[in-house]
């Protein structure tokens, strides 16, 4: 079964410090995997998405994921936070047969002045 | 650029009552789910929809929910009974492509309260 585990519910960085948000996934066949971004009372958008083409896939608003296999993780990163970046993000993975949606448990980034 | 739109953005029920929660896909989409995230968890899977039928379903989608695609449009969640512990942000989501890369989109999410 595939599953994905996010490490850190809560994280705080300070505006222009580094941001990274940790995704450890289980599958026993090649994850498709995803990060999405939730604003306040705001829907799921797509930040980026992994499907075996580069291990380094870069998404929107400067954000950045780097798929390691022997780590099975998808660590989601950013050079320089921002305070608009404040918001939950969930990783994903994508499973077989119907391609529905396993979601990690989220990790919600507060972005300090 | 395409949406999913949902409606409504807010319902409010009683206990018992059946509540309708509609969405409308992306128009060319053929994959189509429903989740439902309760107030500070994860975002779970309830129901996946293809070709005109269900192709899975989790275990907390049990005879009250439903699901029906009644035109070319519309994607509909039905809870025939509503209990307490199904208030939730539900949110509708489609995706275009047979292969396992194509990303779900998502929309707005209802935000159904249950009294």
């Known amino acids: 079964a595939q599953s994905v585990t996010q490490l850190g519910s809560h994280v705080s960085v300070s505006e222009g ?10 599958s026993s066949v090649p994850p498709y995997l995803f990060w999405y971004v939730q604003y306040p009372n705001q829907g799921l958008q797509l930040l980026l998405k992994y499907t075996s083409a580069a291990t380094l896939v870069k998404g929107i608003n400067g954000f950045e994921a780097e798929f390691k296999k022997s780590e099975t993780s998808f660590h989601l990163t950013k050079p320089s936070a921002h305070m608009s970046d404040a918001a939950e993000y969930f990783c994903a993975v994508g499973t077989s047969g119907t391609y529905k949606y396993i979601f990690g448990t989220g990790t919600r980034l507060k972005v300090l002045a | 650029e395409p949406e999913v739109t949902q409606t409504p953005s807010h319902q409010v029920t009683q206990m018992g009552q059946e509540v309708i ?6 128009s060319n989409h053929l994959y189509f789910y429903w989740y439902r995230q309760i107030l500070g968890q994860k975002v779970e899977f309830l129901v996946s929809f293809y070709n005109n039928e269900i192709s899975e379903k989790s275990e907390i989608f049990d005879d009250q929910f439903s699901v029906e695609r009644p035109d070319g449009s519309n994607f509909t969640l039905k809870i025939r009974s509503t209990k307490l512990e199904d208030s939730a942000m539900y949110f509708c989501a489609s995706r275009g492509g047979q292969s396992a890369s194509y990303e779900q989109y998502f929309g707005p999410g209802t935000r159904l309260t249950v009294t």
């Open chain 2, 21 to 26: 929660l509609r969405c409308v896909p992306i």
């Open chain 1, 17 to 26: 410090a580094l941001v990274l948000l940790r995704c450890n996934y289980s």
